[in-house]
Antibody, heavy 121, light 110 residues
Framework: QGQLQESGPGLVKPSQTLSLTCTVSGGSVTSGSFYWNWIRQPAGKGLEWIGRVYSSGSTNYNPSLKSRVSISLDTSKNQLSLKLSSVTAADTAVYYC?????????????WGQGTLVTVSS | QTVVTQEPSFSVSPGGTVTLTCGLSSASVSTTHYPSWYQQTPGQAPRTLIYTTNIRSSGVPDRFSGSILGNKAALTITGAQADDESDYYC??????????FGTGTKVTVL
């Protein structure tokens, strides 16, 4: 069974870079069976797909965020990371990491519990 | 920008049936968008209900079913129960590794 846990600063200043980590247990981020995704949700609003990374390191990003986002793997720690630059208040949200089954498009089968990031000075 | 639209809210009586839909601004939804559906209660991470149009995730009751209805993806709850009161989100695959979530539907059971 996969387990995912997000971590990182809960408060980020405007114009700075948001950095989050998702620690994966019960599976390896190097497994070719999965993609590893980041998804966010502003308070009271809907879910927004941010992007994903594959075991090879290849990535796909939401076109609306592509210029500011970077997702990568740290295989030594079995983690994935998210970096979002030049943040504004609009980036305040709960950020989730989620595992996607590579052989089954659109199946996000395990999610972390989410971590709230607030952008404020 | 691609927008995936869902009904903002639905109300259903206990034991009743409700069908939620998921439409795409730029085209008809088909199986090639691999529509999936997620249920979310307040303060919780989403839970997978349906993937690849109509496959129920492990442990999901068979009162939940997915389909394509006309030019939209659809999630039907047959015999609604009180604990089905949640927010429901669809997800569509746009190709080239890109996903988009729907706007979400709040379902009330009363």
């Amino acid at each position: 069974q996969g387990q995912l846990q997000e971590s990182g600063p809960g408060l980020v200043k405007p114009s700075q870079t948001l950095s989050l980590t998702c620690t994966v247990s019960g599976g390896s981020v190097t497994s070719g069976s999965f993609y590893w995704n980041w998804i966010r949700q502003p308070a009271g609003k809907g879910l927004e797909w941010i992007g994903r990374v594959y075991s090879s390191g290849s990535t796909n990003y939401n076109p609306s965020l592509k210029s500011r986002v970077s997702i990568s793997l740290d295989t030594s720690k079995n983690q994935l990371s998210l970096k979002l630059s030049s943040v504004t208040a609009a980036d305040t949200a709960v950020y989730y990491c989620a595992r996607e089954v590579a052989a089954t498009t659109s199946l996000f089968d395990y999610w972390g519990q989410g971590t709230l990031v607030t952008v404020s000075s | 920008q691609t927008v995936v639209t869902q009904e903002p809210s639905f109300s259903v009586s206990p034991g009743g049936t409700v069908t939620l839909t998921c439409g795409l601004s730029s085209a008809s939804v088909s199986t090639t968008h691999y529509p999936s559906w997620y249920q979310q209660t307040p303060g919780q991470a989403p839970r997978t209900l349906i993937y690849t149009t109509n496959i129920r995730s492990s442990g999901v009751p068979d009162r939940f079913s997915g389909s394509i209805l006309g030019n939209k993806a659809a999630l039907t709850i047959t015999g609604a129960q009180a604990d089905d009161e949640s927010d429901y989100y669809c997800v569509l695959y746009l190709g080239s590794g890109i996903y988009v979530f729907g706007t979400g539907t709040k379902v009330t059971v009363l």
